[in-house]
């Protein structure tokens, strides 16, 4: 009778255990169950919760559940969605990673909410947003997303001539000569340079032109001596920067060097480093309706447009805002979350901190892009 | 035939070999991380491996090893499953722990042969242990204590997380038989003797594994967990329940209502089964929050698949006395299922594993070791993304040294212990840890002289190029893409922690083997005989033995 007890008992227990832990799940099952906010799938009897699952499933890549979740999905197809969700083309959507769902509600009514959501990607530039009102509708006990699909955008069968320069470079060495190419790099030259404090460190903001007739891939290093002498960090300015350079043309570059402080700061040098490559003046993308916004948050607004007959599948706005004087006074940026298409104007919005907001008078723009192709000889 | 060497941590096994292989006396390894102890990793079966590889290559050897640690297992589980049933259904254990699911999954899965060693010698150890607890003597003692020592040298997680499921049921055994046969005992003798068994056998641990400990001690696990799918709920993740549960435990399902139910109702049986229930418990994961509630911290550290071994192990005595029953009560007809049921548990992992394999990247690195080789490539550091377990295999036949490694336990690059990610080769399935430490070592990559990055899956070339690294070169006909950046110095040597010095290479190098030679020295020290386990009858209950059962 005992050991009836014994192993009744231990049954019980244990269902009792792995019950609580499906209902109250610890941080790593809930890791691996779908969410980043502390969320796993639940019965969908609020707005939040709809909108929740959605994204669960969405961060689980499990898009055909998603799709069947939306109380509009007769309005589109599956693909619609899907491509929509991950991008129409290669491009940083198809590679991110759904990291978290902020849901606000802006109204709600019985049988209805509108809300604002903000989608947020990791992806493998770093993390990026992207915020749609959303509406949810109620349907019996549950309530379903009514996804606001963004169409594939559709542009007219045309030509377009390309007639933009392009450069190629013959190197006369074997193959294992691309570490040293034993070609003089490309005239680049510092046009400006400042550095700034701040609280997360201190940053090197400027510019640097490519001075010569020929492309040049480019980076800066810069190094801070203190005041003993010593040398207090080495940083380069990473994806702060339009590596290509065209003959004559000008990028800005931010260095950042976390945990120092300015005033421990005696000199700092610049290695400004160039190398000669082949390259092309194509795609290129203008930028459309630029605007600089001081309220109600710091940024600069624009679009992308591709004037070229090709897909850019990486963009990456670097941005120069300067001063009165036309001193450089921030340096920010910004990846496109889908590909640009042949004159298909995609929104941007590059932020800027909220204490350098009024300092700015002018700023200047431009897009460094990348599209997977062949070896870069 | 080759099939374990597919499994996922092989390549990381026979890495470790290899150092072994060309390098004895010297536990610091180079190649991965700038430079790392490998004396943060017990090296038994890596030193086995290396010994034997001078023989039969190493590949064979290392297949060598684990197919000795199967056949000290199944020696072990019949002398520790001797003391709690009968010697047939002892032997029923010792059949079934071959084709154990978790075994399986160990071997061509997960390729953890230190898992397999640790618990093969672990439960050759136990059966002396009991023996020092109920009757005393020198033999039992000794062989127990070094045995301990030699399962510690080949892994010691059994040691710390293990002892309580396999050791406190065998002490209240002892103290509940106490009374029992020629030689009487009593409670307190025997807790005095479980106390000076761990005190010396800690001791022997401590001494055998010194430089191990004094690393740990050195650098307690302080880097950012990283996320493991053991830890996760099996039901609200019903991928890697089948992964973790169903494909590991097989038909042994079926068995765990009768091994509860029996282990309640037969006496000498309770504390074996608590032990199995409790370890059970533990080795679900996430899927109960007992793991957490009591391992704290180092819940984040274990991995549990191997939790969920000993708890397989623990249950092999009960289901050993289940297949004996059966077959004693229906001979053939009970034989066929149990075969083919036991044919299904063992085989289930490896179709897992070639269905979801772990190292589904079938890559030739060859031409990246010989690109690297040539030159004067290898002045530089480089890393991998895409490769898989190739990285460990990578490591072996270059010259050059990565920034990398599979090896996370002694990892002490700031970038790659801060953000809770796996190696940098596959960041991206670990998000966003992982790809904040492959933002982070890109970052400064001229501090480690890192100028190339192969790159087997181009998901991640937006970041190289944004970030100012530049396609050099391919191989595999464009398979692997060769990125670089300008300007990088050349890597130096670099030591992040410290460097073990000469006199723990020597003691590494000698006492984790010598142990485990002078454990199988002492074992053929004969016993003294005496009936250590149990009557004919355990098998069956007060209320539930009946003639036919008793038949055989």
Redesign the interface.
Same mark, same amino acid.
């Given at each position: 009778m005992r050991?009836?007890v014994?192993?009744i008992g231990?049954?019980i227990v244990?269902v009792v255990?792995?019950a609580?832990?499906?209902i109250?799940?610890?941080p $790593?099952?809930i890791?691996?169950?779908g969410s980043g906010n502390g969320n796993?799938?639940r019965a969908p009897s609020a707005p939040e919760d709809a909108i929740q699952n959605l994204g669960i499933r969405i961060r689980l890549h499990q898009l055909p559940a998603a799709y069947n979740s939306l109380a509009n999905k007769a309005e589109f197809t599956e693909s619609d969605f899907d491509q929509d969700v991950t991008g129409f083309y290669t491009s940083?959507r198809t590679?991110a990673?759904l990291?978290s769902v902020d849901a606000q509600p802006l109204h709600q009514s019985d049988d209805q909410a509108d809300m604002r959501v903000r989608f947020h990607w990791?992806?493998?530039?770093?993390?990026y947003d992207d915020t749609r009102d959303i509406q949810v509708v109620r349907n019996g006990n549950r309530w379903q997303v009514d996804w606001p699909l963004v169409r594939r955008p559709s542009v007219p069968a045309q030509v377009i001539p390309v007639n933009y320069l392009r450069w190629d470079v013959i190197y006369s060495g074997s193959?294992?000569e691309?570490?040293s190419q034993n070609v003089a790099g490309p005239n680049v030259r510092i046009v400006d340079m400042r550095p700034v404090n701040r609280a997360e460190g201190v940053y090197v903001l400027g510019e640097l032109l490519n001075n010569d007739v020929v492309p040049a891939?480019v980076?800066v290093?810069a190094t801070l001596v203190g005041k003993d002498g010593n040398i207090l960090g080495?940083?380069? $300015?990473?994806?702060m920067?339009s590596?290509r350079l065209l003959p004559k043309q000008v990028t800005p570059f931010r260095i950042h060097f976390p945990n120092v402080d300015l005033s421990q700061v005696a000199s700092i040098r610049m290695?400004p480093?160039s190398?000669l490559?082949s390259a092309s003046a194509d795609p290129v993308v203008e930028i459309l309706n630029q605007k600089y916004n001081v309220q109600p948050i710091a940024s600069l607004t624009g679009q992308l447009s591709d004037q070229s007959g090709q897909t850019v599948?990486?963009a990456?706005v670097l941005s120069t805002f300067y001063d009165s004087n036309g001193n450089v006074v921030w340096v920010s940026d910004r990846?496109i979350g889908r590909a640009l298409l042949p004159q298909s104007p995609v929104d941007f919005t590059v932020a800027v901190p909220e204490d350098l907001a009024r300092k700015i008078s002018s700023e200047r723009t431009i897009v460094?892009t990348?599209s997977?192709k062949?070896?870069?000889? | 035939m080759k099939l374990p060497l597919k499994s996922y941590d092989t390549n990381q096994q026979l890495f470790f070999a290899y150092h072994y292989l060309h390098d004895w006396w010297n536990p610091w390894n180079v190649k991965w991380f700038t430079g790392f102890s490998q004396t943060t990793y017990p090296p038994l079966p890596q030193q086995w491996t290396a010994i034997l590889a001078h023989i039969v290559g190493l590949q064979y050897a290392y297949m060598l090893v684990q197919f000795v640690a199967i056949l000290l297992l199944a020696v072990g589980m019949y002398r520790f499953a001797a003391i709690w049933v009968n010697e047939r259904a002892a032997s029923f254990a010792s059949l079934a722990v071959v084709l154990l699911g978790s075994e399986s999954f160990l071997i061509y899965n997960a390729g953890q042969l230190a898992t397999t060693w640790e618990a093969a010698l672990y439960v050759l150890a136990l059966p002396y242990l009991y023996e020092w607890l109920r009757y005393g003597g020198w033999r039992p003692f000794v062989k127990a204590v070094v045995l301990f020592a030699a399962t510690c040298s080949a892994h010691d997680v059994i040691i710390i997380f293990g002892t309580a499921f396999f050791t406190f049921p065998l002490i209240a055994l002892a103290i509940m038989e106490r009374e029992q046969g020629e030689e009487k005992t009593t409670g307190g003798a025997v807790v005095a003797r479980a106390v000076a068994v761990a005190i010396i056998a800690a001791a022997a641990i401590a001494i055998v594994l010194l430089p191990y400990w004094i690393d740990l001690f050195r650098y307690p696990v302080t880097q950012t967990p990283i996320p493991h799918a053991s830890r996760a709920n099996y039901l609200l993740t019903p991928f890697w329940g089948t992964n973790y549960f169903l494909i590991p435990w097989g038909a042994l399902m079926l068995a765990l209502p009768f091994i509860v139910w029996r282990g309640a109702h037969v006496r000498r049986l309770v504390p074996l089964m608590l032990g199995f229930w409790a370890c059970f418990l533990v080795g679900l994961g996430g899927t109960t929050p007992v793991a957490l509630w009591l391992l704290h911290r180092a819940f984040y550290v274990l991995t549990f698949e191997r939790v969920a071994y000993w708890a397989e192990l623990l249950s092999l005595p009960i289901l050993g006395l289940l297949c004996s029953e059966l077959v004693a009560r229906f001979r053939m007809k009970a034989v066929v299922p149990l075969v083919v049921l036991a044919a299904i548990t063992c085989g289930l992992p490896i179709a897992w594993a070639n269905y979801q394999p772990t190292n589904s990247i079938n890559l030739d690195v060859g031409p990246v070791a010989e690109w690297l080789n040539r030159g004067g490539h290898d002045n530089y550091r480089y890393f991998t993304l895409g490769f898989g377990n190739n990285i460990s295999r990578l490591s072996i036949e270059t010259n050059a040294n990565t920034v990398d490694g599979e090896w996370y336990s002694d990892r002490r690059l700031p970038e790659l212990m801060k953000y809770g990610g796996g190696s940098l080769d596959n960041s991206k399935y670990f998000v966003p840890g992982g790809l904040d430490a492959l933002r982070a070592i890109l970052h400064h990559a001229d501090r480690y002289g890192l100028k190339w990055v192969f790159v087997h899956d181009p998901w991640y070339d937006p970041l190289l190029h944004f970030a100012g690294w530049r396609q050099v070169d391919q191989l595999e006909y464009g398979a692997i893409q060769v990125w670089s950046k300008e300007a990088v110095p050349p890597a130096h040597p670099m030591v992040f922690g410290v460097k073990p010095p000469a006199w723990q290479g020597i003691m590494w190098g000698i006492l984790p083997v010598g142990s485990s030679i002078l454990a199988f020295l002492l074992v053929f020290i004969p016993d003294k005989r005496r009936q250590i386990g149990a009557s004919e009858d355990v098998g069956a209950t007060d209320e539930t033995i009946v003639p036919e059962r008793m038949a055989s």
């Open positions: 050991g009836a014994l192993a231990i049954g244990t255990l792995v609580i832990g499906t109250w799940p610890i $790593s099952a890791y691996f169950a796993v799938l940083l590679q990673t990291e990791i992806t493998v530039l770093g993390p193959t294992d691309w570490g891939w980076d290093r080495r940083e380069d $300015s990473f994806d920067i590596h290695h480093e190398i490559i599948n990486f990456h990846y460094a990348y997977p062949g070896v870069e000889l | -």
